[in-house]
């Protein structure tokens, strides 16, 4: 399978200077510097993606989710304000997120302090300064939720480019639910595989929304291809990013999950397999029931549905598909805009601690 790449008339908007850089790196910007955004609904193959362009050389390791544009920033009023980065530097130094960097806590305060004016610019200077460290040319994130954000990272980090990685939505519910993360309305308990679904057909849709705006700073990958072909994978994002992904690099260096898979299936062993795993533990009714769920997304995507054309459609899945995509959009909505939603960033940021 080809990489979906969103195409432009002209990719010179990925080439043009970022005059709004702050710090001391603000020579004219290239596509083969551009920061790198790996985006996708979590246990989609993000963090593996991610690994790989870290065991290819030459890009920053930073091994954690840097959640400065779904957390950070917006708990902080946006970072405009000195005192907004006085008070997200009193989180962020005693977090996990800080201590994955390895920075000097004072140089990197005096920094912010000085340079920063967004939420942009904060990881800008953060990734940076860890590239540096490092000896590294270039950084990439990979923070999956930042998938709704693309638009808004876009607008702050001119040549961010993003990579959408998809998977088959039935192995993504096993893993969500495997990972408690599944959470239905009290009379829908039983469901939990239907809710996850329906949440990632959500986000799906809300990535995917996004990519005319983006252009050809966008291209889209199939988990299924980077596990059965990563040689023709890696070589066509390596065309995209401008980077050389050579694959017995990556595996020789093999960082992270490269080596040792990110699995919410250990047990296993030798009979690891992260595709169609769905056709092994869901039971034929589950599987009913979840395309009738998000079937039209499982073939709009290219994935081959199993269940019969006329077992699509019941009262019940009419009802989630009804109010599980609003539920997502109000929770979204009230992360986003409300004050409650500001103390629940705060809530995750120190779980991250």
Same mark, same amino acid.
Request: hydrophobic share 35%; net charge negative.
């Given at each position: 399978m080809k990489?979906? *790449?969103?195409?432009?008339?002209? /990719?010179?908007? &990925?080439? !043009?200077?970022?005059?709004? *850089?702050p710090g001391k790196r603000n020579s004219a910007s290239v596509r083969s510097a551009a920061p790198v955004f790996v985006v996708g609904c979590p246990r989609s193959g993000t963090t593996l993606l991610y690994h790989m362009l870290t065991s290819a050389g030459g890009f920053a390791n930073y091994r954690s989710e840097s959640n400065v544009f779904n957390l950070l920033g917006p708990k902080f009023g946006g970072l405009h304000s000195s005192r907004d980065r006085k008070a997200l530097l009193d989180v962020w130094l005693k977090s996990k997120l800080f201590r994955m960097s390895k920075l000097d806590p004072g140089e990197i305060s005096a920094r912010i302090i000085s340079d920063c004016r967004s939420a942009g610019d904060? #990881? *800008?200077?953060v990734m940076q300064e860890v590239a540096d460290a490092q000896g590294a040319t270039r950084w990439a994130d990979c923070t999956p939720e930042h998938l709704l954000?693309? /638009?808004e990272i876009k607008r702050q980090i001119p040549h961010a480019l993003f990579i959408h990685i998809v998977r088959d939505g039935r192995d993504v519910a096993l893993s969500y639910v495997k990972q408690g993360w599944s959470h239905p309305l009290p009379w829908d308990r039983d469901d939990l595989l239907g809710v996850a679904g329906l949440y990632w057909k959500w986000l799906i849709r809300q990535g995917r929304k996004q990519r005319e705006s983006l252009g050809a700073n966008y291209c889209?990958? *199939?988990? !299924?291809?980077l596990v059965a072909k990563p040689r023709e994978t890696l070589s066509e994002l390596g065309s995209f990013i401008d980077h050389d992904l050579d694959y017995e690099r990556i595996q020789r &260096? @093999?960082?992270g999950s490269v080596s040792e898979p990110n699995t919410s299936f250990s047990d296993e062993g030798a009979s690891f397999n992260p595709v169609g795993r769905w056709k092994s533990k869901m039971t034929a009714g589950e599987i009913v029931a979840f395309e009738s #769920?998000? @079937?039209?997304s499982l073939a709009q995507l290219g994935y !081959?549905?199993?269940s019969a054309p006329g077992h699509t459609k019941s009262l019940h899945a009419a009802r989630m598909r009804a109010v599980y995509p609003a539920l997502f959009e109000v929770k979204h909505w009230a992360r986003t805009k409300t004050p409650l939603g500001r103390f629940l960033r705060l809530e995750r940021i120190e779980i991250e601690q």
């Open positions: 990489v979906d *790449r969103q195409q432009d008339k002209s /990719r010179q908007s &990925a080439l !043009e200077p970022d005059g709004n *850089r904060f #990881l *800008r200077i954000y693309m /638009r889209e990958i *199939r988990f !299924e291809d &260096a @093999g960082v #769920l998000v @079937g039209d !081959e549905l199993s």
